[in-house]
Protein backbone atom coordinates (compact mmCIF):
# COMPACT_ATOMS: atom_id res chain seq x y z
CA UNK A 1 0.00 0.00 0.00
CA UNK A 2 3.17 2.15 0.70
CA UNK A 3 4.48 1.98 -2.58
CA UNK A 4 0.90 2.70 -3.96
CA UNK A 5 0.89 5.59 -2.34
CA UNK A 6 3.77 6.63 -3.36
CA UNK A 7 3.51 5.78 -7.13
CA UNK A 8 0.04 7.64 -7.50
CA UNK A 9 1.70 10.50 -6.19
CA UNK A 10 4.87 10.68 -8.15
CA UNK A 11 3.12 9.97 -11.32
CA UNK A 12 1.51 13.03 -11.14
CA UNK A 13 4.15 14.75 -10.97
CA UNK A 14 6.14 12.37 -13.76
CA UNK A 15 3.70 10.62 -15.77
CA UNK A 16 4.39 7.32 -16.84
CA UNK A 17 5.89 6.73 -20.73
CA UNK A 18 2.83 3.70 -21.76
CA UNK A 19 0.34 2.26 -19.57
CA UNK A 20 -3.13 2.92 -18.09
CA UNK A 21 -1.77 6.36 -16.59
CA UNK A 22 0.15 7.77 -19.78
CA UNK A 23 -0.59 10.89 -20.94
CA UNK A 24 -2.35 10.91 -24.56
CA UNK A 25 -1.19 12.06 -27.79
CA UNK A 26 -3.44 14.92 -27.30
CA UNK A 27 -2.43 15.88 -23.69
CA UNK A 28 1.05 15.56 -24.44
CA UNK A 29 0.27 18.30 -27.52
CA UNK A 30 -1.73 20.66 -24.91
CA UNK A 31 1.25 20.11 -22.70
CA UNK A 32 4.33 20.30 -24.38
CA UNK A 33 5.70 20.62 -20.74
CA UNK A 34 4.97 17.12 -20.00
CA UNK A 35 7.08 15.43 -22.71
CA UNK A 36 10.67 16.63 -20.38
CA UNK A 37 8.81 15.21 -17.28
CA UNK A 38 7.56 11.40 -18.78
CA UNK A 39 9.21 8.59 -16.62
CA UNK A 40 10.07 5.03 -17.38
CA UNK A 41 8.47 3.10 -14.67
CA UNK A 42 9.77 -0.53 -13.84
CA UNK A 43 7.25 -1.79 -11.13
CA UNK A 44 8.52 -5.15 -8.82
CA UNK A 45 6.61 -6.48 -5.42
CA UNK A 46 8.81 -4.35 -3.04
CA UNK A 47 10.22 -1.73 -5.38
CA UNK A 48 10.09 0.89 -8.06
CA UNK A 49 12.69 2.48 -10.23
CA UNK A 50 12.47 5.26 -12.04
CA UNK A 51 13.97 6.60 -14.99
CA UNK A 52 13.97 10.08 -16.37
CA UNK A 53 15.57 12.28 -18.40
CA UNK A 54 18.44 14.70 -17.15
CA UNK A 55 16.82 18.07 -18.17
CA UNK A 56 14.81 17.28 -14.67
CA UNK A 57 16.97 15.26 -13.02
CA UNK A 58 17.95 17.85 -10.20
CA UNK A 59 14.33 18.35 -9.61
CA UNK A 60 13.24 15.21 -10.01
CA UNK A 61 15.88 14.17 -7.02
CA UNK A 62 14.06 15.93 -4.33
CA UNK A 63 10.68 15.44 -5.04
CA UNK A 64 10.77 11.60 -5.24
CA UNK A 65 12.75 11.79 -2.22
CA UNK A 66 9.93 13.70 -0.44
CA UNK A 67 7.42 11.37 -1.81
CA UNK A 68 9.36 8.45 -0.04
CA UNK A 69 9.17 10.45 2.88
CA UNK A 70 5.40 11.18 2.72
CA UNK A 71 4.41 7.68 1.56
CA UNK A 72 6.67 6.30 4.28
CA UNK A 73 8.87 4.32 1.88
CA UNK A 74 12.85 4.08 1.51
CA UNK A 75 14.43 5.83 -1.38
CA UNK A 76 17.83 4.99 -3.12
CA UNK A 77 19.41 6.90 -6.17
CA UNK A 78 21.84 4.93 -8.04
CA UNK A 79 23.11 7.84 -9.95
CA UNK A 80 26.05 9.97 -8.55
CA UNK A 81 27.61 6.78 -7.03
CA UNK A 82 24.61 5.76 -5.05
CA UNK A 83 23.03 7.17 -1.92
CA UNK A 84 22.78 4.88 0.87
CA UNK A 85 19.28 3.16 1.07
CA UNK A 86 17.03 5.62 3.33
CA UNK A 87 14.56 4.93 5.29
CA UNK A 88 13.25 8.16 7.17
CA UNK A 89 12.70 6.43 10.31
CA UNK A 90 14.90 9.93 11.84
CA UNK A 91 15.11 12.94 10.10
CA UNK A 92 18.75 12.98 11.36
CA UNK A 93 21.43 13.92 10.48
CA UNK A 94 20.13 17.39 9.39
CA UNK A 95 22.51 19.88 7.29
CA UNK A 96 23.74 22.90 9.40
CA UNK A 97 24.74 25.91 7.63
CA UNK A 98 25.62 29.22 8.53
CA UNK A 99 27.66 32.61 7.64
CA UNK A 100 31.12 31.44 9.83
CA UNK A 101 31.35 28.13 9.10
CA UNK A 102 30.98 25.07 6.71
CA UNK A 103 27.95 23.24 6.35
CA UNK A 104 27.74 20.01 8.86
CA UNK A 105 25.71 17.25 8.98
CA UNK A 106 24.53 16.99 12.41
CA UNK A 107 22.25 14.24 14.48
CA UNK A 108 22.27 15.72 17.94
CA UNK A 109 21.06 19.20 19.18
CA UNK A 110 23.73 20.21 21.28
CA UNK A 111 25.57 20.82 18.14
CA UNK A 112 23.50 23.62 17.23
CA UNK A 113 22.80 24.58 20.04
CA UNK A 114 26.57 25.98 20.10
CA UNK A 115 26.56 27.50 17.06
CA UNK A 116 23.81 29.50 18.15
CA UNK A 117 25.20 30.58 21.01
CA UNK A 118 28.06 32.07 18.77
CA UNK A 119 25.80 34.37 17.29
CA UNK A 120 27.07 37.07 19.01
CA UNK A 121 28.43 39.23 16.53
CA UNK A 122 27.41 40.73 12.96
CA UNK A 123 29.85 38.35 11.23
CA UNK A 124 27.81 36.08 13.05
CA UNK A 125 24.40 36.81 12.13
CA UNK A 126 22.46 34.03 10.75
CA UNK A 127 22.26 30.32 10.04
CA UNK A 128 19.78 28.17 8.86
CA UNK A 129 18.74 23.85 9.92
CA UNK A 130 18.00 21.55 7.28
CA UNK A 131 16.08 17.85 7.39
CA UNK A 132 16.68 15.32 5.06
CA UNK A 133 13.56 16.19 2.79
CA UNK A 134 14.34 20.35 2.39
CA UNK A 135 12.20 21.79 5.14
CA UNK A 136 14.12 23.96 7.15
CA UNK A 137 14.20 26.99 10.01
CA UNK A 138 16.39 29.74 9.92
CA UNK A 139 17.34 32.61 12.02
CA UNK A 140 19.12 36.00 11.32
CA UNK A 141 20.39 38.42 13.69
CA UNK A 142 23.04 38.22 16.64
CA UNK A 143 23.57 39.20 20.47
CA UNK A 144 19.85 38.66 22.04
CA UNK A 145 17.75 40.25 18.40
CA UNK A 146 16.50 37.64 16.07
CA UNK A 147 14.48 36.70 13.83
CA UNK A 148 12.88 33.47 12.55
CA UNK A 149 11.88 31.86 9.57
CA UNK A 150 10.60 28.21 8.99
CA UNK A 151 9.60 26.07 5.76
CA UNK A 152 8.27 22.71 6.04
CA UNK A 153 6.76 20.64 3.49
CA UNK A 154 3.21 19.30 3.95
CA UNK A 155 3.62 17.04 0.96
CA UNK A 156 6.48 16.38 -2.02
CA UNK A 157 4.86 19.36 -3.49
CA UNK A 158 3.41 21.80 -0.87
CA UNK A 159 4.77 23.91 1.28
CA UNK A 160 4.25 26.55 4.23
CA UNK A 161 6.47 29.36 4.71
CA UNK A 162 6.14 31.10 8.16
CA UNK A 163 7.85 33.86 9.97
CA UNK A 164 7.38 33.36 14.17
CA UNK A 165 6.37 36.04 16.35
CA UNK A 166 5.29 36.90 19.86
CA UNK A 167 1.59 36.43 20.38
CA UNK A 168 1.56 38.82 23.54
CA UNK A 169 2.35 41.89 21.21
CA UNK A 170 -0.91 41.27 19.48
CA UNK A 171 0.43 41.03 16.25
CA UNK A 172 1.48 44.93 15.89
CA UNK A 173 2.41 46.27 12.43
CA UNK A 174 4.90 47.92 14.05
CA UNK A 175 8.23 48.04 12.21
CA UNK A 176 11.47 47.25 13.80
CA UNK A 177 14.53 45.67 12.33
CA UNK A 178 17.12 43.14 12.85
CA UNK A 179 20.60 43.46 11.21
CA UNK A 180 21.83 40.19 9.63
CA UNK A 181 25.29 40.01 7.64
CA UNK A 182 25.34 43.84 7.65
CA UNK A 183 21.98 44.70 6.43
CA UNK A 184 19.34 46.05 8.27
CA UNK A 185 16.15 43.65 7.67
CA UNK A 186 12.74 45.45 8.18
CA UNK A 187 10.32 42.97 10.36
CA UNK A 188 7.45 43.54 12.94
CA UNK A 189 8.54 44.57 16.25
CA UNK A 190 6.68 41.73 17.48
CA UNK A 191 9.06 39.38 15.01
CA UNK A 192 12.05 40.42 17.28
CA UNK A 193 12.86 37.60 19.58
CA UNK A 194 15.59 36.89 22.17
CA UNK A 195 18.14 34.30 22.43
CA UNK A 196 16.48 32.08 24.15
CA UNK A 197 13.33 32.42 22.18
CA UNK A 198 15.39 30.87 19.30
CA UNK A 199 17.00 28.21 21.02
CA UNK A 200 13.44 27.26 21.72
CA UNK A 201 12.13 27.09 18.27
CA UNK A 202 14.91 25.20 16.93
CA UNK A 203 14.70 22.66 19.22
CA UNK A 204 10.84 22.48 18.63
CA UNK A 205 11.64 22.27 14.38
CA UNK A 206 14.73 19.20 15.93
CA UNK A 207 11.77 17.19 17.22
CA UNK A 208 8.94 17.95 15.22
CA UNK A 209 7.20 19.51 18.13
CA UNK A 210 5.31 22.97 19.23
CA UNK A 211 6.48 23.79 22.47
CA UNK A 212 7.65 27.45 22.45
CA UNK A 213 4.84 29.47 24.82
CA UNK A 214 3.61 32.77 23.21
CA UNK A 215 5.19 32.51 19.72
CA UNK A 216 2.79 32.44 16.82
CA UNK A 217 3.69 31.88 13.00
CA UNK A 218 2.57 33.86 10.51
CA UNK A 219 2.59 32.94 6.28
CA UNK A 220 4.89 34.32 4.58
CA UNK A 221 3.73 35.23 0.84
CA UNK A 222 6.50 35.14 -1.87
Not at 139 to 160: A, H, L, N
Request: glycine share 10%; with cysteine; proline share 3%.
Amino acid sequence: MDLQRFFHQIRLIFPPMNGAFAPSDEELSARPDLEERLCDYCIGEDIIYLSLSYSVADSAYNLVKRAAYFAGVGFFSPSDGGEALVYFESRCPMLLEGGWFQAVSVSDFGSVRTKLGEMTAKERSYLYLTDPVGSYIQVGGFGDIFTVERRVYTDCMSYTHQKAGYLSAGGSDEEGCVEIAGNQVSVKRHQILSGGTVQQLFWDFFRQTETADQIGWTEIQL
